[in-house]
């Protein structure tokens, strides 16, 4: 069975695999056995399976695998209006590649650099290290931010500005365990609470207001 994989993985799986290879021909067990267990976990660190993409005008998909830790009233200076924030917290174990969770024009984007909290935590949302996506989608705007956790030190974003994007498109990853935090307007209808755990591409996370 093929594991799709996400194509910045390849840099890490080819070397280990090489490596791991060698070790079992040199019939080194225990060092073979750990950079085998090593491959494994990149391998599915990097996997990128294909979703079911919720096609409903209006719909707002999970920008990232992941548990829901926040939702509440916040602000940002990309954003003109009242919003609620949605934060998504991505384990080792989850699939971290991004998808855009509306279509829409990608407006801007801003990579800011800080620090590698805890990526649970609230303080990681304001100090942490991000890049962060503003999407016009009809009347409304939507703003995505890929955040670096404690482990996770590599950011990485795949679109541009004035780039077209439909629901569920990738757009990037972070490597080795991060935070994800979509911005939608503050009337929005939200369809997830604190604890749910969320596939990117294919958990709906609400629904944007009619009109503007």
Not at 20 to 31: A, E, H, M, S
Request: glycine content about 8%.
């Amino acid at each position: 069975m093929r594991i799709p994989i996400a194509g910045d993985g390849y840099r890490f799986i080819l070397p280990l695999l090489a490596v791991t290879v060698l070790f079992f021909w040199l019939n080194w067990i225990i060092p073979a056995g750990l950079s085998f267990l090593a491959l494994l976990f990149v391998v599915n660190f990097f996997r990128d399976p294909e979703r079911q993409i919720p096609t409903e005008p209006g719909l707002v998909v999970s920008p990232a695998d992941g548990k829901v830790v926040e939702i509440q009233d916040d602000t940002d200076p990309l954003l003109t209006q009242p919003s609620v924030r949605i934060s998504v917290f991505l384990n080792v174990f989850n699939v971290h590649v991004n998808r855009v969770p509306v279509p829409g024009r990608i407006l801007a984007i801003r990579y800011n650099k800080g620090k590698f909290l805890n990526a649970a935590s609230h303080k990681a949302s304001l100090d942490n290290e991000q890049n962060a996506l503003l999407i016009e989608t009809g009347p409304h705007s939507v703003l995505v931010k890929q955040i670096a956790g404690l482990i996770a030190r590599r950011i990485v974003c795949w679109v541009r500005e004035g780039q077209t994007m439909e629901t569920g498109e990738r757009f990037g990853l972070i490597r080795f365990g991060s935070r994800t935090d979509i911005f939608l307007p503050a009337d929005s209808k939200i369809d997830v609470k604190i604890g749910d755990h969320v596939k990117g591409g294919s958990s709906i996370l609400g629904k944007l207001p009619e009109g503007s």
